[in-house]
């Protein structure tokens, strides 16, 4: 097996939004970038910087229900140290949603204060929202528009044109399309990705991608898998340290398999049910709230 991942995401029309996002720049006071909690860091386009410039900004840090509590504080903190203003969301449950337009308008108080003086206090504030695909985007608009105003889906690609939406007379949000970059770097920025759901499941080996999450999860959060697959520690960690991240997911899969009695005929383990059931299961949250990315 091989730890070896050639993870690229990059169709026509994510090319479109980037020239559509510097040619709309202008037209916005703020940008707010949506990331996933559970991967702050590989669910922010480093694209996104460059693009905006120096436009005031806010991280949005949504999805916090399926992220470990603990981490998403010291992400905020993170953030927060680096001059963005921040919030924190789960649009599901409309979490966090009226903290937006205070906290925006706190932002924008020096940009409101000049429009006043110019006479144009009633002036609407305009802020472009930005993200991966797959981060919430249009149901965080959705949410704070208070109606169903852009089409939002669980899975990457939906928003395909700009959209501007009215959240009331003093503020206009503008929709883009989820925009991510032609290569990955790091691969396992792209793993973390296909984990989360941002990328496409079948660009992928479903078996390899879940035995890295199983190796990254038993390295973070050992106690939820034990829980949750009922591991024991007769393998661990003793035969562990020479072998690679996949070898090691797989080895914890198998274990996952043998003990849920996933078996094909011939009692060979089932790992391709293995592997979508943990990945459904991570993916759902039923295995517990995880954050996969440190502040550093």
């Not at 005031?56 to 981490?71: E, S, W, Y």
């Not at 959209?163 to 973390?192: A, M, N, S, Y």
């Not at 005929?265 to 592997?275: I, T």
Request: proline share 6%.
């Amino acid at each position: 097996m091989t730890d070896e991942m050639n993870i690229q995401w990059y169709p026509g029309h994510m090319t479109k939004t980037r020239r559509m996002m510097e040619a709309e720049l202008k037209l916005v006071d703020a940008v707010c970038e949506i990331i996933d909690a559970r991967i702050p860091i590989s669910s922010r386009n480093p694209d996104i910087d460059a693009i905006c410039g120096s436009k005031p900004r806010m991280i949005i840090l949504n999805r916090i229900d399926m992220a470990d509590p603990a981490r998403t504080k010291a992400w905020a903190d993170h953030f927060k140290a680096r001059g963005f203003s921040v919030i924190q969301t789960d649009c599901k449950a409309r979490k966090g949603i009226t903290d937006f337009s205070p906290a925006l308008n706190r932002l924008l108080a020096e940009k409101r204060r000049r429009y006043a003086e110019k006479g144009m206090a009633g002036k609407p504030l305009k802020a472009m929202i930005v993200g991966i695909p797959n981060v919430g985007k249009s149901t965080f608009i959705n949410q704070v528009a208070g109606r169903k105003g852009a089409k939002a889906e669980n899975r990457p690609g939906v928003t395909r044109g700009k959209q501007w939406v009215t959240v009331d007379q003093g503020l206009l949000l503008l929709d883009t399309p989820g925009i991510l970059w032609p290569k990955f770097e790091d691969p396992e920025v792209g793993l973390r990705l296909a984990w989360t759901g941002a990328v496409k499941d079948d660009i992928l080996d479903t078996e390899t991608l879940a035995a890295r999450l199983m190796a990254q999860l038993w390295q973070d959060y050992p106690q939820a898998l034990r829980d949750r697959y009922k591991l024991d520690d007769s393998l661990f960690p003793a035969d562990f340290p020479e072998l690679t991240p996949a070898a090691r997911g797989f080895a914890l899969m198998e274990q996952a398999a043998r003990k849920r009695g996933f078996l094909l005929p011939g009692s060979q383990l089932d790992m391709d049910r293995m592997a979508n059931v943990l990945l459904e299961e991570y993916r759902s949250s039923k295995l517990g709230r995880f954050t996969l990315e440190h502040p550093v």
